[in-house]
């Protein structure tokens, strides 16, 4: 087997990959004693160009746990000489000490737990691409300009053109009914990016998407969920209008002096007051640092800031039709604040309309995670939902994974894995709750849009498995698993690790108490360059989660994690 031949280092590398699973997929095992085989494949790339060679040789050690049969002793070993600097990647697949095959549904309660081989995959950082571009560049394209930043200046500038436009026609300032129509159209799109139908329909939108479509298309529809964008954009802009408006109203109060004015004027300093509540908790810094006093601030601000806009409404409208010589009605109906606003209550009520409390079945895990089972519907792959233990403090948002009648493999519930991971986490695992409060409608998440794509690698650390389980359990694209996580089974149970293996039998599960951390963007290349991937999906904490995305993007391969700062 030649790989000098190929014309270049990726098509080279490339290769090889295709030839260690091929291997993988000729190897078959049957059951005498529990064994292992050892297959070292090694190869040289001597005729790269020296500017690719020392990104290109590498070693593989790919070890195979003999689960049905001993392999026999004259089984020919594969040898290429390594030039020097060679990357070592060890690899293994999971074996069954049970006899059962990976990929096959274990009842927990009558079969043992699978005895899973720990996979060693080391990887050269050396053996990563260049990454395209500047480092100026690079980072005004995959950080400063990401596509929530890009989405949110489209929408604010938009606004900007359209208070320039007002300007231009009315030869000055605009008046303060235009710029309150703007405020409270902005308003209106602030609240239904928040509202779970309207979120699910964009998402509908984008996965609908053909995938003979261009990948760069169907790359770029995926950043659908980077939709909290566009309600941080809509929402900085109808505080800004709602600021001008306020400054016109004031204007026109010192002018007239009309004492009917004054309830106007009074609403619309409390409406400032709460919007800058609800802008300064949002900030990222607060938000992160103060996350259950952002949360109740931005909850109690916007309930008290719905009560006085309607309270406004029929103060300015009392005004206005002053002006024109109407009644209040005719003029507040006829006015598009009227039904703007109240398309934004209707938002607010729908979702707090479906506050409920459910029962809970709580099972334990480990004293690190717990998986809370919920009966009282069935759940679709690719939702999440939001609960609480009280209501009108905090809420928590979890992907549900749906769970299945063993018996007779329907739907039957969900559940959510819960990892300690701050007070009401931990608080969760150590007193398992059996009942908590649900609200609103189930929200497609970041992991529905893996569908626009042919191929894909999941990557997962700790409890991000856990929305990744709905993925796998719907097993619509074809997909390679990277589980980093400090002893998987002892911690998740065999339940979820029986999961990922039924999802892809070779899934990399690495485990950190015994292998130490591994280079995770080094790893994830690797399997995308293995399984001719089209896009990554990551689920972790912000900072590998940023690490693996900036790590693919900037090797012109498509990531998409979880965003912190929606």
């Known amino acids: 087997m030649d790989f000098s031949k190929s014309p270049s280092g990726k098509s080279t590398r490339q290769s090889i990959l295709h030839a260690i699973v091929d291997l993988h997929s000729h190897v078959v095992f049957r059951r005498s004693e529990p064994s292992s085989l050892e297959v070292r494949v090694h190869f040289a790339l001597s005729k790269l160009s020296s500017r690719h060679r020392h990104r290109s040789q590498i070693s593989f050690a ?17 040898s290429y000489a390594p030039e020097d600097g060679a990357i070592v990647l060890h690899s293994s697949s999971s074996s069954s000490s049970s006899g059962h095959s990976p990929s096959e549904s274990i009842d927990e309660k009558e079969t043992p737990p699978p005895s ?17 571009g500047t480092t100026a560049t690079r980072y005004l394209k995959h950080n400063f300009f990401s596509a929530y930043r890009r989405i949110f200046a489209t929408i604010f500038f938009a606004n900007l053109a359209t208070l320039i436009a007002l300007c231009v026609v009315n030869k000055g300032a605009p008046s303060a009914a235009q710029v309150g129509a703007a405020a409270s159209a902005n308003l209106m799109l602030t609240s239904l990016f928040r509202q779970e139908e309207f979120v699910n329909i964009l998402y509908e939108i984008a996965v609908a998407c053909p995938l003979s479509f261009p990948l760069a298309i169907r790359r770029r529809l995926a950043t659908v969920f980077h939709y909290g964008g566009a309600h941080s954009g809509f929402g900085t802009a109808a505080v800004t209008w709602y600021l001008l408006y306020t400054a016109l109203a004031t204007k026109d109060f010192v002018q007239t002096h009309n004492r009917n004015q004054i309830p106007n004027i009074v609403t619309s300093y409390i409406l400032v007051l709460m919007f800058c509540f609800i802008l300064g908790a949002a900030h990222p810094k607060f938000r992160v640092r103060y996350h259950d006093h952002f949360e109740m601030m931005h909850r109690y601000s916007g309930w008290v800031a719905m009560v006085t806009f309607w309270v406004h409404i029929v103060t300015a409208s009392r005004v206005y039709a ?69 209501p009108v403090k905090e809420w928590h948002a979890f992907a549900t994974i749906p769970d299945v009648d063993e018996a007779t493999g329907k739907r039957k519930g969900f559940s959510v894995v819960v990892s300690n991971a701050g007070d009401w986490t931990k608080e969760t695992i150590m007193n398992p709750p059996t009942q908590l409060w649900v609200r609103g409608a189930p929200l497609h998440g970041l992991l529905f849009t893996s569908k626009l794509f042919r191929r894909i690698v999941v990557v997962a650390t700790g409890s991000g498995i856990g929305p990744c389980l709905s993925l796998l359990h719907a097993d619509y694209t074809p997909r390679r698993v990277l589980w980093s996580t400090p002893h998987p089974e002892t911690t998740y149970g065999p339940k979820i690790l029986n999961a990922v293996l039924k999802a892809d039998p070779k899934a990399v599960v ?14 994830t290349y690797a399997l995308v360059l293995e399984a001719q991937a089209e896009a990554v999906f990551i689920i972790s904490n912000p900072k590998v989660t940023r690490k693996v995305v900036y790590g693919m993007n900037s090797r012109g391969i498509a990531a998409f994690g979880a965003i912190f700062d929606s």
Not at 360 to 380: C, G, N, Q, W
Request: charged share 20%; hydrophobic share 40%.
């Open 62 to 78: 790919v070890f195979y746990s003999a689960m049905d049969s001993t392999i026999p002793s004259n089984t020919p070993a594969l």
């Open 116 to 132: 899973v081989k720990e996979i060693e995959f080391k990887v050269d950082p050396e053996a990563l691409p260049p990454k395209t």
């Open 322 to 390: 002053e002006m024109e010589g109407t009644t209040t009605g005719l003029y507040m109906v006829k006015s598009s604040n009227f039904w703007t606003f109240l398309v934004s209550t209707c938002c607010l009520i729908l979702s707090w309309s479906r506050l409920r409390c459910r029962k809970v079945y709580p099972e334990v895990l480990s004293d690190h995670a717990i998986r809370l089972h919920f009966k009282y519907t069935d759940m679709a792959p690719f939702y999440g939902v939001k609960i609480s233990s009280s």
């Open 510 to 523: 690495w485990n950190t108490r015994t292998q130490g951390r591994p280079d995770m963007v080094a790893l």
